[in-house]
């Protein structure tokens, strides 16, 4: 069956250091989207990509990066990685088209003390 | 003013009970529309989407939207306990990324 993955599922991090989270898909979707979630502001888009080597920011990017080498990765990067920063992370994909939502990950959540 | 807002709840109903979620939107050339539910610790699942004015049934979910009001919602019929959970309402404002509200959390009395 296909699915979407995200690694590590708990991550525990230094201040300044670099984290990488994984995201996996296996739909063939062109569209990739990473969002963060905290209490208070339900989730907020990071960076999303619509297709191999197209990558955008979202409304919250500042302190991150993407990369799309291929259509089933979207791998999002901390620079330096600050206690403002510490959040549960969501990977999701969709079809092109109006009528689609999105098929979400499991979640990472990244403390970074 | 943000894209999309919820009624914050928390909203508690008896088991039985319809449960009434609100969500309006700020663009008006918003397109597509979809109620998530999410569980404590879990990720988002998508359980409702309409994109036509008017109501769509799907079980015991009845989604709910004026393009006009700019309003969409969700009622949840014949409340169960494993209906507590936290709904997002979620707007596609542009090509293919959404716009999610900021949840409003349903607890269902046994």
């Known amino acids: 069956d296909a699915e979407i993955t995200q690694s590590p599922r708990h991550k525990i991090t230094e201040t300044g250091r670099q984290v990488t989270l994984a995201c996996h898909q296996t739909w063939n979707h062109n569209n990739m989207f990473w969002y963060r979630q905290d209490l208070g502001h339900g989730l907020r888009l990071i960076h999303y990509?619509?297709?191999?080597?197209?990558?955008n920011k979202g409304e919250v990017s500042d302190g991150y990066s993407v990369s799309r080498s291929n259509t089933e990765d979207l791998p999002l990067t901390l620079e330096s990685a600050a206690s403002s920063q510490t959040s549960v992370y969501f990977c999701a994909s969709n079809e092109d088209g109006y009528n689609y939502g999105y098929t979400f990950g499991s979640g990472t959540r990244l403390t970074v003390v | 003013q943000k894209e999309v807002e919820q009624n914050s709840g928390p909203l508690s109903v008896p088991e039985g009970a319809i449960a009434s979620l609100n969500c309006t939107y700020s663009?008006?050339?918003?397109?597509?529309f979809f109620w998530y539910r999410q569980y404590s610790g879990k990720s988002p699942e998508l359980i409702m989407f309409i994109y036509s004015n008017g109501d769509k049934e799907d079980g015991r979910f009845t989604a709910q939207l004026n393009k006009a009001s700019q309003y969409v919602s969700l009622l949840i019929r014949d409340s169960q306990p494993s209906d507590s959970a936290t709904y997002l309402c979620?707007?596609?404002?542009?090509?293919?990324?959404?716009?999610f509200g900021a949840g409003t959390t349903v607890t269902v009395r046994a």
């Open positions: 979620a707007v596609k404002t542009e090509n293919y990324k959404l716009s």
């Open positions: 663009d008006r050339g918003s397109q597509s």
């Open positions: 990509s619509y297709g191999v080597h197209d990558t």
